[in-house]
């Protein structure tokens, strides 16, 4: 348990973790020894980050940190090391407010310890690569003031070469720069460690939904993502990718809808697999995320989320009605551009509306015979040759929609 003094603890795993696969087993915190930061007076906010082996990059973002509008006493900084061996310890510890040192790597989900031992009104996640623009946590921590159930603000996240990075879904907040109420996060139980890395936020975001808070992603907090290449896009990622996700879809989404998703996911993430090389990493994926799901969606069946969350995340009736506006405006061809990982609703409001889909745009995805329900996946310039009355966004991501 957390004394409420700052201070460096240990963190050992009963097993080794297993890379591919099954759950974190369960830590156990002991306190090895307490640094000078301490402050009598209780943080607005708690800063925690997660980092593995990236000494120089983690010492980075704690000067970001350091330079942020608020005055010392009114934040902390907690950094949870998944047991680095490059001397990431011994040049954290005396610049934070508390440094947890795991005894195996735990992914970025190794977050939720150090919330453990939070003190901050509100919880700021970032990656051990990311940093709040100047002023943002001021204006982040007006959101909550302004909004009693706000649960979580997310950031606008800009990467180094001018896009931005998003969730796929409405509302779905990235992990590298996000607000919690620590209440509520408290309340729907916290980030999930068996996630290890990938699809954290969409669980979490689910939950807190569902738990009656709202959640938004706000277009005037910012945060920078450097996106350091290291322990990026690899057979590690692809496997987690489609097993969460698999996963997520299990706990939260009813029938029919959980088939139809288990479908379009696997598919959608097969062919980034394909593209990525990550063949083998992807089928591990899918075979531990369908047996997981299997077991998740008996046990989590009271978590279903109902039909406002359902509307909230996915739009389905909103594209329907938009649909209908086109049918009725005369429009009965279009093109999709797009094939996001919400494209669904495109397609069933299309349907139901009596509009022909003749292609969907996407260069990323297209390839020969390659289709999305019977609807060819074209190269941008070839579906604009099928002579569309009208063009689509096929995604309700504002900042996928956008690129």
Same mark, same amino acid.
């Given at each position: 348990?957390?004394?409420?003094?700052?201070?460096?603890?240990?963190?050992?795993?009963?097993?080794?973790?297993?890379?591919?696969?099954?759950?974190?087993?369960?830590?156990?915190?002991?306190?090895?020894?307490?640094?000078?930061?301490?402050?009598?007076?209780?943080?607005?906010?708690?800063?925690?980050?997660?980092?593995?082996?990236?000494?120089?990059?983690?010492?980075?973002?704690?000067?970001?940190?350091?330079?942020?509008?608020?005055?010392?006493?009114?934040?902390?900084?907690?950094?949870?090391?998944?047991?680095?061996?490059?001397?990431?310890?011994?040049?954290?510890?005396?610049?934070?407010?508390?440094?947890?040192?795991?005894?195996?790597?735990?992914?970025?989900?190794?977050?939720?310890?150090?919330?453990?031992?939070?003190?901050?009104?509100?919880?700021?996640?970032?990656?051990?690569?990311?940093?709040?623009?100047?002023?943002?946590?001021?204006?982040?921590?007006?959101?909550?003031?302004?909004?009693?159930?706000?649960?979580?603000?997310?950031?606008?996240?800009?990467?180094?070469?001018? !896009? *931005?990075?998003?969730? +796929? /879904?409405?509302?779905? @907040?990235?992990?590298?720069? =996000?607000?919690? %109420?620590?209440?509520? $996060?408290?309340?729907?139980?916290?980030?999930?460690?068996?996630?290890?890395?990938?699809?954290?936020?969409?669980?979490?975001?689910?939950?807190?939904?569902?738990?009656?808070?709202?959640?938004?992603?706000?277009?005037?907090?910012?945060?920078?993502?450097?996106?350091?290449?290291?322990?990026?896009?690899?057979?590690?990622?692809?496997?987690?990718?489609?097993?969460?996700?698999?996963?997520?879809?299990?706990?939260?989404?009813?029938?029919?809808?959980?088939?139809?998703?288990?479908?379009?996911?696997?598919?959608?993430?097969?062919?980034?697999?394909?593209?990525?090389?990550?063949?083998?990493?992807?089928?591990?994926?899918?075979?531990?995320?369908?047996?997981?799901?299997?077991?998740?969606?008996?046990?989590y069946r009271n978590r !279903? *989320?109902?039909?406002? +969350? /359902?509307?909230?995340? @996915?739009?389905?009736?909103? =594209?329907?009605? %938009?649909?209908?506006? $086109?049918?009725?405006?005369?429009?009965?061809?279009?093109?999709?551009?797009?094939?996001?990982?919400?494209?669904?609703?495109?397609?069933?409001?299309?349907?139901?509306?009596?509009?022909?889909?003749?292609?969907?745009?996407?260069?990323?995805?297209?390839?020969?015979?390659?289709?999305?329900?019977?609807?060819?996946?074209?190269?941008?310039?070839?579906?604009?040759?099928?002579?569309?009355?009208?063009?689509?966004?096929?995604?309700?991501?504002?900042?996928?929609?956008?690129?």
């Amino acid at each position: 348990k957390d004394t409420g003094t700052t201070g460096i603890y240990t963190i050992s795993l009963r097993d080794a973790l297993p890379i591919w696969g099954s759950d974190t087993p369960i830590p156990v915190m002991r306190p090895i020894g307490c640094n000078t930061m301490t402050s009598a007076q209780t943080p607005q906010v708690s800063f925690i980050l997660a980092t593995y082996n990236r000494c120089d990059v983690v010492a980075h973002t704690l000067d970001k940190i350091a330079a942020c509008e608020l005055d010392r006493s009114d934040y902390e900084v907690i950094v949870v090391d998944n047991a680095s061996t490059d001397g990431t310890p011994e040049t954290v510890a005396p610049r934070v407010d508390r440094l947890v040192q795991l005894g195996g790597n735990v992914g970025s989900c190794a977050k939720a310890l150090g919330v453990e031992g939070a003190r901050g009104r509100y919880i700021v996640f970032l990656d051990d690569d990311s940093h709040p623009r100047d002023g943002s946590v001021t204006r982040m921590i007006e959101r909550f003031a302004a909004d009693q159930s706000l649960g979580a603000a997310g950031f606008t996240v800009h990467l180094p070469d001018g !896009r *931005l990075e998003g969730g +796929a /879904l409405p509302g779905v @907040f990235v992990g590298c720069g =996000v607000g919690f %109420r620590a209440d509520a $996060l408290s309340e729907v139980g916290g980030l999930d460690r068996t996630f290890f890395m990938q699809a954290e936020e969409y669980d979490l975001a689910f939950r807190l939904v569902a738990g009656g808070w709202n959640v938004a992603v706000f277009d005037d907090l910012h945060v920078e993502h450097i996106k350091t290449a290291q322990a990026r896009r690899s057979d590690r990622t692809t496997f987690f990718d489609i097993r969460n996700n698999l996963r997520v879809l299990a706990r939260y989404l009813p029938d029919p809808f959980f088939g139809v998703y288990r479908h379009d996911w696997v598919q959608r993430y097969g062919w980034l697999a394909e593209h990525d090389g990550h063949r083998n990493a992807f089928m591990r994926g899918v075979w531990a995320g369908r047996c997981r799901g299997l077991w998740e969606r008996r046990r989590y069946r009271n978590r !279903r *989320l109902n039909r406002n +969350a /359902l509307e909230f995340f @996915f739009g389905w009736d909103r =594209v329907r009605r %938009r649909m209908a506006d $086109l049918a009725t405006s005369g429009v009965r061809r279009i093109v999709l551009a797009d094939l996001g990982k919400n494209c669904y609703p495109f397609f069933r409001g299309a349907r139901m509306a009596g509009i022909s889909v003749s292609a969907i745009a996407d260069d990323r995805f297209s390839s020969a015979g390659r289709q999305y329900r019977g609807i060819p996946i074209l190269p941008v310039d070839k579906a604009m040759a099928e002579a569309p009355e009208m063009i689509v966004v096929g995604n309700t991501s504002t900042v996928h929609s956008t690129e």
